[in-house]
């Protein structure tokens, strides 16, 4: 029985793209806790799993360009963590801006807001920061709408340009928008007219 256990925790696994996170309770389906931690740990020696962090694992990620394994990407281990822990979040700052594309910029700190407590994750010259706020900020929301909300805040209302809300605007899909536009309607006002232009109610 253990054999089995250890074998679909293992074809989870390979099935999986490369550059997938994992925590234990990705498994709790198949098994124990218990069982769980130390058919990873033994996937981790055997290389086919990188440990990242306690109880966050990767699917490590081959560029045969490169000729390298890719650097795990701190957005997924952030997601996995909150994941975890069952805390929504969402990027904020810097951070928003730059898995938007509307930085370039390299953040040295990888910053979230959240609904959990603060906290502060490092690996490998990595940091990823977790801000407490208030529930009603990000509860209730999707990802892509809480990931809007911080960037236009980061940007300020000034500095909201025509390029920026049509940058915005080709990245997101019909149905995001539609979701964002709904979601937002309780935003402070100027960001929710900016939202309306992006989702092209208002062209003005």
């Known amino acids: 029985m253990q054999s089995s256990y250890s074998g679909k925790i293992k074809q989870r696994i390979e099935n999986s793209p490369p550059g997938t996170i994992f925590i234990n309770s990705d498994f709790t389906d198949i098994a124990t806790t218990e069982t769980i931690r130390r058919n990873l740990n033994r996937l981790t ?3 086919i799993l ?30 996995a963590i909150a994941r975890n822990y069952h805390w ?33 994750y490092e690996w490998n010259n990595v940091c990823i920061e977790f801000k407490h706020r208030t ?27 025509t390029e920026v809300i049509v940058m915005l605007s080709n990245r997101l899909t019909s149905e995001e928008k539609a979701t964002i536009l709904k979601e937002s309607a309780e935003s402070t006002d100027w960001i929710y007219n900016i939202i309306r232009k992006i989702c092209g109610v208002d062209k003005k």
């Open 45 to 47: 020696q055997a290389g």
């Open 50 to 79: 990188h440990h990242v962090l306690n109880g966050i694992y990767e699917k490590p990620k081959y560029s045969k360009l490169l000729k390298e394994y890719v650097a795990v990407d701190p957005n997924k281990v952030a997601m």
């Open 88 to 120: 929504t979040i969402a990027p904020c700052g810097d951070t928003a801006l730059n898995l938007l594309g509307l930085s370039a910029q390299v953040t040295a700190v990888w910053s979230y807001i959240s609904d959990g407590p603060y906290r502060k």
């Open 135 to 161: 529930n009603k900020e990000i509860s209730g929301l999707s990802y892509m709408t809480r990931l809007i909300i911080q960037a236009l805040k980061t940007l300020g209302k000034e500095n909201i340009s």
